[in-house]
T-cell receptor, first 114, second 113 residues
Framework: DQQVKQNSPSLSVQEGRISILNCDYT??????FLWYKKYPAEGPTFLIS?????DKNEDGRFTVFLNKSAKHLSLHIVPSQPGDSAVYFC?????????????FGTGTLLAVQP | DADVTQTPRNRITKTGKRIMLECSQT?????MYWYRQDPGLGLQLIYYSFDVKDINKGEISDGYSVSRQAQAKFSLSLESAIPNQTALYFCATSESLSNQPQHFGDGTRLSIL
């Protein structure tokens, strides 16, 4: 049973436009959510996170939105740049983060066209 | 230099062989993790360690073992490799505080023939 789902395997956007990546989860005990970016032949790189006590967190061009009632989070990238082209993973943890164990989605490949 | 270093980066071996993947970190984190990624799937947790004396199984620990030799070193072993263990393996570290991100190495691509 997949607890964290990224239903879009890929997404293509034009440079300068907004990229919106989506993630759904099923476990209502999840209380900490993260987004990672992964380039080929590299490990995942932490991008941004959000605690369940918030509904929005912003860091430069990246904003994560959390809708707890819908069990849905999204990552907005504005404006999108060609260097943002990568696989994006969402991840979640529970137990108040005591174990920092993460459950990952399957990833979305973002292609930003110049 | 990378904060989380994995060796080797690539390995091809045969069924039945014993393999060790190594991970070292300079971040000073107590917690270390081993993940596996298969094509089209997310990362799955194999083992994790909160400190040298505390090692725990993850979701897919069967066929694997680990050793935490020091705070900075965490190795993953496949005692008798089988082809369905062909995958990309990642090591990660995190601080011991709650709600902390994990920091990943660049991975080991393992192929078992």
């Amino acid at each position: 049973d997949q607890q964290v789902k990224q239903n879009s395997p890929s997404l293509s956007v034009q440079e300068g436009r907004i990229s919106i990546l989506n993630c759904d989860y099923t476990n209502s005990m999840f209380d900490y959510f993260l987004w990672y970016k992964k380039y080929p032949a590299e490990g995942p790189t932490f991008l941004i996170s959000i605690s369940s006590i918030k509904d929005k967190n912003e860091d430069g061009r990246f904003t994560v939105f959390l809708n707890k009632s819908a069990k849905h989070l999204s990552l907005h990238i504005v404006p999108s740049q060609p260097g943002d082209s990568a696989v994006y993973f969402c991840a979640a943890s529970d137990n108040g983060g005591a174990t920092n164990k993460l459950i990952f989605g399957t990833g979305t490949l973002l292609a930003v066209q110049p | 230099d990378a904060d989380v270093t994995q060796t080797p980066r690539n390995r091809i071996t045969k069924t039945g062989k014993r393999i060790m993947l190594e991970c070292s970190q300079t971040k000073g984190h107590d917690r270390m993790y081993w993940y596996r990624q298969d094509p089209g799937l997310g990362l799955q947790l194999i083992y994790y360690s909160f400190d040298v004396k505390d090692i725990n199984k993850g979701e897919i620990s069967d066929g694997y073992s680990v050793s935490r030799q020091a705070q900075a070193k965490f190795s993953l072993s496949l005692e008798s490799a089988i082809p369905n263990q062909t995958a990309l393996y990642f090591c990660a570290t995190s601080e011991s505080l709650s709600n902390q991100p994990q920091h990943f190495g660049d991975g080991t691509r393992l192929s078992i023939l």
